[in-house]
Nanobody, 121 residues
Framework: QVQLVESGGGLVQAGGSLRLSCAAS????????MGWYRQAPGKQRELVADITSGGSTYYADSVMGRFTISRDNAKNTVYLQMNSLKPEDTAVYYC???????????????WGQGTQVTVSS
């Protein structure tokens, strides 16, 4: 199995910044794409950004130009730098990884437990 642990969430004022981290561990053979989703109260979970093992990125229109996703393949870690935060960015942010298990060689999508980001107006 692969485990994902997020960190870096918190409470910030509008216009502020936060940096989220997600470290993968366990029986990892290879991690393909890694990404960040978020879910706000009363809304469905949505994709915020993702990044391939080669560094290609995708961003939701709502965060384009404000958020930056990156990864350190040697550390099996993905980051989300969030700048110019807005109250509408308030949500639980979840890390995910498309990974191949070292023992079974089966590919699956894994999820972290989530970290709360709250932006005050």
């Amino acid at each position: 199995q692969v485990q994902l642990v997020e960190s870096g969430g918190g409470l910030v004022q509008a216009g502020g910044s936060l940096r989220l981290s997600c470290a993968a561990s366990g029986s990892i053979f290879r991690i393909n794409a890694m990404g960040w989703y978020r879910q706000a109260p009363g809304k469905q979970r949505e994709l915020v950004a993702d990044i391939t093992s080669g560094g290609s990125t995708y961003y939701a229109d709502s965060v384009m130009g404000r958020f930056t996703i990156s990864r350190d393949n040697a550390k099996n870690t993905v980051y989300l730098q969030m700048n110019s935060l807005k109250p509408e960015d308030t949500a639980v942010y979840y890390c995910n990884a498309d990974a191949i298990d070292r023992r079974s060689y089966r590919q699956a999508r894994y999820w972290g437990q989530g970290t709360q980001v709250t932006v005050s107006s």
